[in-house]
T-cell receptor, first 114, second 114 residues
Framework: ETGVTQSPTHLIKTRGQQVTLRCSSQ?????VSWYQQALGQGPQFIFQ???????GRGNFPPRFSGLQFPNYSSELNVNALELDDSALYLC?????????????FGPGTRLTVL | DQQVKQNSPSLSVQEGRISILNCDYT??????FLWYKKYPAEGPTFLIS?????DKNEDGRFTVFLNKSAKHLSLHIVPSQPGDSAVYFC?????????????FGTGTRLKVLA
């Protein structure tokens, strides 16, 4: 069983640029959640996708957007990058949207905005 | 506004002794709590959870205690092993919030000394 994978591992961008991060769900999982983990902080919920539809969003501006594909893989897009967007971005997949469905996290993408 | 707080950034414990990690929350709507463990360069992995209808849940060496009146939970690891050295996050969820959203604390770095 393949776990959750994310690409790229590291990324350096400059302020104002756009970035796309990718996540492959664990086999059979139809739900993907994205989190931002700033240095010294816990993961913060960005949004969740269930069967290709957004199913909840945290306190992040619209320049953070996402997609989920028919194979349940997912993308996180961030436009107009700001210095504060520098963080570890984690995706987590699960079998459903219930809080009782265990979330399996990928290793994350470390984004640095200069 | 930090709804889930882990006030101890780090903890060192001797191998074989008990590790106690603490977590406080402010939102009385939270009714499901989890602990995640994170090793460097890996995503968080689920450790143990507890529903608000219980005050204790045990899984092998790991026990989580919930004190609803104090809005406090703790994770006990007995006996502690060097492989337990990691960052531990507590997380909380309100099942009736309408979104599948975990609120994470800032983490406690546990170091188990051999």
């Amino acid at each position: 069983e393949t776990g959750v994978t994310q690409s790229p591992t590291h990324l350096i961008k400059t302020r104002g640029q756009q970035v796309t991060l990718r996540c492959s769900s664990q086999s059979g999982h139809n739900t993907v959640s994205w989190y931002q983990q700033a240095l010294g902080q816990g993961p913060q919920f960005i949004f969740q996708y269930y069967r290709e539809e957004e199913n909840g969003r945290g306190n992040f501006p619209p320049r953070f957007s996402g997609l989920q594909f028919p194979n349940y893989s997912s993308e996180l897009n961030v436009n107009a990058l700001e210095l504060d967007d520098s963080a570890l971005y984690l995706c987590a997949s699960s079998l459903g949207t219930s809080v009782y469905n265990e979330q399996f996290f990928g290793p994350g993408t470390r984004l640095t905005v200069l | 506004d930090q709804q889930v707080k882990q006030n101890s950034p780090s903890l060192s414990v001797q191998e074989g002794r008990i590790s106690i990690l603490n977590c406080d929350y402010t939102n009385s709507m939270f009714d499901y709590f989890l602990w995640y463990k994170k090793y460097p360069a890996e995503g968080p992995t689920f450790l143990i959870s507890i529903s608000s209808i219980k005050d204790k849940n045990e899984d092998g060496r790991f026990t989580v205690f919930l004190n609803k009146s104090a809005k406090h939970l703790s994770l006990h690891i007995v006996p502690s092993q060097p492989g337990d050295s990691a960052v531990y996050f507590c997380a909380a969820s309100a099942r009736n919030s309408g979104t599948y959203k975990y609120i994470f604390g800032t983490g406690t770095r546990l170091k188990v000394l051999a």
